[in-house]
């Protein structure tokens, strides 16, 4: 316990220094035999402009919190900023307050916290008290019954406080003064809100005479012999029970059993004691020793590849103040996504969450509440506290309340120093204390190159290329050769890739490619989990989440912060589900000529018999066959090679896909049995769309109301297609270019690379102009010639749309010929239409259910779907491009009345999009509340889409998904049944 100098020269808040007055961080448990009583509940609150703004009167016994004087009710745990009282702010790397370490501005906003509680009646008498806060951001001054205890920053850290002496029965006063900033908030400028306040729980444990004052578990795992290899240190001594193993030994004793490991895969856990004169503590004990050798990452002796994530903790409602319902979602969606890794960005998550892990089994990177990226906006990094020896202690303090706290957790494989903090002695003062504490696991920090304190080559967002030349070990050289042997030689990890903003993130698939041929990658963390978007309406009553910049802020970084994953109402996003197949831990791959289905298990630990295999026969999207597939138990990292069963007779006419599923067998503590886990195709013939159908031959006639071929009815001056059979064309079909640009499309302001969005704004593709060349009948159909192009640009499209009659039908060829000097690519290629507001019924036969884009389209799945034009919508929290159905055969768009519009393939597959607003209109959106319904239903048919990528903050799509101007010929065929 340190006490504070009485001529401490700043007041605490701006003190750099570790608080005062608090006990030594130790390991965090959730019970044991021992009394504790939560103080979660509604406390009184009142909030101050300033540190000093209100007095401290309210510590006191006497004191009564009298709503004239400010004072109201507040949910603990909880932000106050989300209860009413001032606003959230949300800003990336900029600090939102002038920048002079240690100081804070005046303006500090400093909530006063007080909660009056009886000890329960059988709480013991004897033996000692702890109050324990788990998380308060950003800095606590503490009282109980009007003495203080001391201060404390560190916000995502547990911090705790002797009391046993203070207590009373009844009516203790305990009393919190927190202020938003404070020293500690130079350390903690990680890119999501700031929100202040206790939210995590405040707890008072008893500690009776003689129970734990610390523990800690090491349980490594010999793959040699398949022992266990167990010794519980404790403060004070005692036994350890673990009767499954027959275990019942000393503490400090080391004991050799036959044991099953703990891995991700397989999070096998086994339920002991510790027992000491005062106490029993519950332990969970998961085998498994964690090594960095001969340049790679092993646990248990193999190589682990992280299909991972980034996690924030966020709640829509409840910010940071995390629910345990809330912790067990979210790892069973990344469980039933085929996520098997959690890099807990930026800062120790709740400690429950940890206790998920192990139990349900994920790899977790535990990242320190670290973070001083605003500094290098200033030159060198001008006053970084990691490279200022006035906050190293307060630095060490952290990473030892991190370590301390959750050094029993078999998942927490990786110690991770913190987030963007440039290099700094600091640092290296943390990873020094890190491993003389821990050595059993390893040391990650990405943001120093010469990654002299880290156990990994870390990097985030490196180009695939990059990636690729890491992989072989031939990166660009570090100037130091000693440094850079050092470097070459260490395991290679993305702590950080696939920036999740919007729409996205493209060319996963080739990242996992690399991760897959270069053991050195061994794999990354999606960036990131979550949007953080809080919910607000409009004043119209329309719901829709807000980002930075909706909450009154001086300083923010728009919807940055809304880059996850899922949407902040926990929805998968279509990133999630193309996620879930690119690392799908089961490959299966089929090969017609060979007729055998290839199946490789792709998992570190696991073998597969946890799966059942089947099979399933479709043509033209309607089932046909199906049945079990048997695929003997493979361990990992094997191949069965099954033989394809015979092809199903059937008369019915279309294209035949095989469908093959691997599914769990049994229920898991995380999906249910039938769970799909991985799935792959083959479709009997590989395009499954018709050639050019032969042309009926009819021409064109003129007449008083226009020209008449087949089926169709053309505006005899504009050559416009106004109907098809009985069905009217409000907007006849022409050449579209634009899309509403993408976060990724527009790139971030200090990408280097051409941010594609940005070009096709600046050259106008969004307000393209169509002129029309001429309208002329031929023997075979009718051409109408136009030139496309934006004002004030000497490039265009010369569009040529060719109408020809087909039997019932119309057959319409566009040729598309850039003219000039084109410098950017294009958004994509298609065909706009609009059909009337009832045509709101879609079926298709293509890739789906969900969207797909050329770099996101692996989970699309051909079939036969079908959906109303707003499910097909992906409300991204800032509208965008979205919804595209790729690789369609045919479409039908259909009313309740009147006929249906049928689009079908010709030669080629397209993309499809049906939305009830332009993509001008989708463009000038902020949020989803602001795209309202128009009379028409949009109709995209798309040749060609640009590539996503994701350069929100990564490197943008891969240049073979660069949609570059040049000849494009694309045709279709629309009938109206
Ligand atoms: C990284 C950072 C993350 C987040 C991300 C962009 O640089 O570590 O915290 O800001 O970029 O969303």
């Known amino acids: 316990m340190r006490n504070r100098p009485e001529d401490a020269p700043l007041p605490y808040y701006e003190d750099p220094s570790p608080g005062f007055g608090d006990l030594p961080p130790r390991a965090w448990y959730p019970a044991s035999d021992a009394a504790r009583l939560p103080l979660d509940g509604t406390w009184d609150f009142r909030l101050s402009e300033t540190a000093e703004g209100g007095d401290v009167a309210f510590t006191s016994d006497a004191f009564t919190p009298e709503p004239d004087a400010g004072w109201g009710p507040l949910t603990v745990p909880g932000h106050w900023v989300l209860q009413g009282h001032g606003a959230p702010a949300y800003t990336n790397v900029r600090y939102p307050f002038p920048v002079d370490p240690p100081r804070v501005p005046t303006e500090n906003p ?19 008290a702890v109050l324990r806060f788990d998380g308060v951001e950003s800095c606590a001054r503490v009282w109980l019954n009007g003495r203080e205890l001391g201060v404390f920053q560190g916000s995502r850290l547990p911090h705790e406080f002797a009391v046993g002496h203070l207590l009373r029965r009844s009516g203790n006063v305990l009393a919190v003064r927190v202020h938003q900033w404070s020293a500690g908030s130079y350390l903690e400028d990680q890119d999501m809100w700031w929100l202040p306040g206790i939210f995590r729980e405040v707890t008072l444990l008893h500690r009776p005479p003689g129970a734990v004052e610390d523990h800690f578990v090491h349980a490594g795992f010999d793959h040699t012999t398949g022992e266990g290899v167990l010794r519980v240190d404790s403060s004070p001594a005692g036994r350890v029970l673990v009767p499954e ?236 050769p000693e440094l850079d042997a050092r470097r070459r030689s260490l395991p290679f990890i993305l702590c950080e890739y696939a920036h999740a903003m919007g729409n996205g993130p493209g060319g996963l698939a080739e990242y996992q490619r690399l991760f897959r041929e270069h053991e050195r990658c061994q794999g990354g963390f999606v960036w990131e989990w979550i949007d953080h978007g809080f919910p607000k309406t409009t004043p119209e009553g329309v719901p829709y989440f807000g980002y930075g910049g909706d909450f009154g802020e001086e300083l923010h970084d728009g919807n940055f912060v809304c880059d996850g994953l899922l949407f902040p109402d926990r929805t998968p996003s279509p990133g999630l589900l193309e996620f879930r197949k690119v690392i799908e831990p089961v490959l299966m791959a089929a090969d017609r000529a060979a007729g055998v289905l290839e199946v490789t298990n792709d998992q570190d630990f696991a073998d597969t018999s946890g799966l059942a295999f089947e099979w399933a ?311 989803t509340s602001d795209l309202v319904p128009s009379d028409t239903v949009w109709v995209h048919l798309d040749h060609a889409q640009h590539g996503i990528g994701s350069q929100s903050c990564g490197p943008g799509p891969l240049a073979q998904y660069h949609l570059r101007p040049r000849e494009f010929r694309f045709a279709l065929r629309l009938a109206a049944r």
């Not at 000890?119 to 033996?127: H, Y």
Request: glycine share 10%.
């Open 110 to 128: 400093t909530g006063d916290h007080r909660r009056v509680f009886d000890l329960p009646d059988d709480w013991p008498e004897d033996g000692e």
């Open 617 to 927: 026969y479709e043509v033209a999207g309607e089932p046909v066959a199906g049945g079990p597939l048997t695929v003997p138990p493979l361990g990992p990292g094997a191949t069965a090679r099954v033989p394809l069963p015979s092809r199903p007779g059937t008369d019915r006419p279309g294209a035949g896909v095989w469908t093959f599923r691997a599914l769990l067998a049994d229920d898991t503590p995380w999906a249910p049995r039938g769970h799909l886990v991985a799935w792959a195709q083959l479709a009997t013939d590989e395009r499954a769309v018709e050639p050019a159908p032969p042309a009926s031959g009819a021409a064109p006639v003129r007449s008083d109301d226009g020209i008449a071929l087949g089926p169709g009815r053309f505006d005899a001056v504009s050559g416009a297609l106004l109907r098809l059979g009985d069905l009217a064309v409000p907007h006849a079909p022409r050449l579209d270019v634009w899309r509403a640009p993408t976060d990724n499309d527009l790139g971030a302001s200090w990408q280097d690379d051409e941010r594609h969005g940005q070009s096709w704004r600046a050259l106008g593709l969004d307000r393209m102009r169509h002129r029309l060349d001429g309208v002329e009948l031929t023997d075979d159909g009718l051409v109408v010639r136009a030139r496309v192009a934006p004002a004030a640009a000497e490039v265009g499209l010369a569009t040529t749309y060719h109408w020809r009659a087909l039997d019932d039908a119309l057959l319409l060829s566009v040729t598309v010929l850039p003219e000039g000097p084109w410098r950017t690519t294009l958004p994509k290629v298609g065909l706009r239409l609009g059909l009337p507001a009832a045509y709101g019924a879609v079926t298709w036969f293509g890739g789906g259910p969900g969207e797909a884009y050329p770099d996101t389209r692996q989970a699309a799945a051909l079939g036969r779907y079908r959906a109303d034009v707003d499910a097909l919508q992906t409300p991204y929290v800032r509208p965008q491009e979205n919804g595209a159905r790729a690789d369609v055969r045919w479409a039908e768009l259909a009313a309740d009345v009147g006929p249906a519009l049928r689009v079908t393939a010709v030669d080629e597959p397209f993309f499809l999009t049906a939305r009830r607003w332009t993509p001008e209109h989708l463009d000038a959106a902020e949020h």
């Open 245 to 480: 193993l027959g275990v019942d030994v000393a503490t400090g004793d080391e004991v050799r059993v036959p044991v099953e490991p703990w891995t991700a895969e397989t999070p096998r856990l086994y339920a002991g004691e510790l027992v000491t004169a005062g106490e029993r503590v519950p332990l969970r004990i998961g085998f498994r020793t964690v090594v960095v050798e001969d340049g790679l990452f092993r646990v248990n002796g193999r190589r682990v590849l992280f299909r991972g994530v980034n996690r924030h903790e966020f709640h829509p409602e409840r910010g940071r103040a995390l629910d345990q319902a809330t912790m067990r979602e979210d790892i069973l969606l990344m469980k039933r996504h085929n996520i098997n890794a959690v890099r807990t960005s930026h800062y120790p998550p709740h400690p429950a969450f940890l206790r998920l892990c192990d139990e349900l089994g994920l790899w977790v990177i535990d990242e320190c509440d670290l973070e001083t990226h605003g500094f290098c906006d200033f030159e060198d990094w001008r006053g970084n506290p990691v490279a200022d020896e006035r906050f190293t202690p307060a630095l060490v303090d952290r990473a030892r309340r991190m370590v301390e706290r959750d050094k029993n957790h078999p998942a927490v494989v990786i110690w991770s120093l913190g987030n963007e903090c440039g290099a700094g002695d600091g640092l290296s003062a943390m990873a020094r204390w890190i491993r003389e504490r821990d050595p059993e696991r390893a040391v990650h920090y990405e943001n120093d190159p010469t990654c002299r304190d880290s156990d990994f080559y870390s990097r985030m967002y490196a180009p695939h290329a990059e990636v690729e030349a890491i992989g072989r070990r031939a990166e660009e050289p570090l100037a130091d």
